[in-house]
């Protein structure tokens, strides 16, 4: 147990809805990162907070967004969801401020399926 | 363009086999590589990090080793729990994010 919390675990949904994925961090964490990961892809980075304040951005598209609330609980929010954005969602957590260098811990995902 | 190239995608072995995955990377200023265990349907997990060419570490059946250009996860001696698909991942020098590699599928038969 990594100590990152998700939920929900598994969120299954129609094409044009929104959803928002929640995430806890480990105790002690001000590091958020947000991750994608389909079969043909790979992990791919969303976004990163730290400490309330986006910090980074990278394949992120404009449909979703995210922010990070002061007790340290992120969420991110799909909106008008295609078949594509069916994926694992993971959440990172870690010690690290602006610069990701230290190690990132995992949250154990949420599933969407987009039908 | 920073890039994590891992192989083999695949690697099937029997128990006590003994075997080394490779992740070859291309990072502006490399600041840290990653290696990460992930079973299906579940998060990555945590294994090791190494910050420079030389650096090695280990756990248990595990050891990583770092160059200039490539790292190495040997596992000596596997046994089927050890299937998993391995991740590495590698952060530059701008610090925003891990670029991860496409992982190896082990798979280990008794």
């Given at each position: 147990?990594s100590?990152?919390?998700?939920?929900?675990?598994?969120?299954i949904?129609?094409?044009?809805?929104r959803?928002?994925?929640?995430?806890?961090?480990?105790?002690?964490d001000?590091?958020v990162?947000?991750?994608?990961?389909s079969l043909?892809?790979g992990?791919?980075?969303?976004?990163?907070?730290?400490n309330g304040?986006e910090?980074?951005?990278g394949?992120?598209?404009?449909?979703?967004?995210?922010?990070?609330?002061?007790?340290?609980h992120?969420?991110l929010?799909?909106?008008?969801?295609e078949?594509?954005d069916?994926?694992?969602?993971f959440c990172a957590s870690?010690?690290?401020s602006g610069?990701?260098?230290?190690?990132q811990?995992f949250g154990?995902?949420?599933?969407?399926?987009?039908? | 363009?920073?890039q994590?190239?891992?192989?083999?995608?695949?690697?099937?072995l029997?128990?006590?086999?003994?075997?080394?995955?490779?992740?070859?990377?291309?990072v502006?200023?490399?600041?840290?590589?990653?290696?990460?265990?992930?079973?299906?349907g579940?998060?990555p997990e945590?294994?090791?990090?190494?910050?420079s060419?030389?650096e090695?570490?280990?756990?248990e059946?595990?050891?990583?080793?770092?160059?200039?250009?490539?790292?190495?996860l040997?596992?000596?001696?596997?046994?089927p729990e050890?299937?998993?698909?391995?991740?590495c991942a590698?952060?530059?020098?701008?610090g925003t994010?891990?670029?991860?590699?496409?992982g190896?599928?082990?798979?280990v038969?008794?």
């Amino acid at each position: 147990d990594s100590g990152v919390t998700q939920t929900p675990k598994h969120l299954i949904t129609a094409t044009g809805q929104r959803v928002t994925l929640r995430c806890s961090p480990r105790s002690g964490d001000l590091s958020v990162y947000w991750y994608q990961q389909s079969l043909d892809q790979g992990l791919q980075f969303l976004i990163h907070y730290y400490n309330g304040e986006e910090r980074a951005k990278g394949n992120i598209l404009e449909r979703f967004s995210a922010q990070q609330f002061p007790d340290l609980h992120s969420e991110l929010n799909l909106s008008s969801l295609e078949l594509g954005d069916s994926a694992l969602y993971f959440c990172a957590s870690s010690v690290s401020s602006g610069r990701s260098y230290n190690e990132q811990f995992f949250g154990p995902g949420t599933r969407l399926t987009v039908l | 363009e920073d890039q994590v190239t891992q192989s083999p995608e695949a690697l099937r072995l029997q128990e006590g086999e003994s075997s080394s995955l490779n992740c070859s990377y291309t990072v502006s200023g490399l600041r840290g590589l990653f290696w990460y265990r992930q079973d299906p349907g579940k998060g990555p997990e945590f294994l090791f990090t190494l910050y420079s060419a030389g650096e090695e570490k280990e756990k248990e059946r595990l050891k990583a080793t770092l160059t200039k250009k490539e790292s190495f996860l040997h596992i000596t001696a596997p046994k089927p729990e050890d299937s998993a698909t391995y991740l590495c991942a590698a952060v530059n020098q701008a610090g925003t994010a891990l670029i991860f590699g496409k992982g190896t599928t082990l798979s280990v038969s008794s």
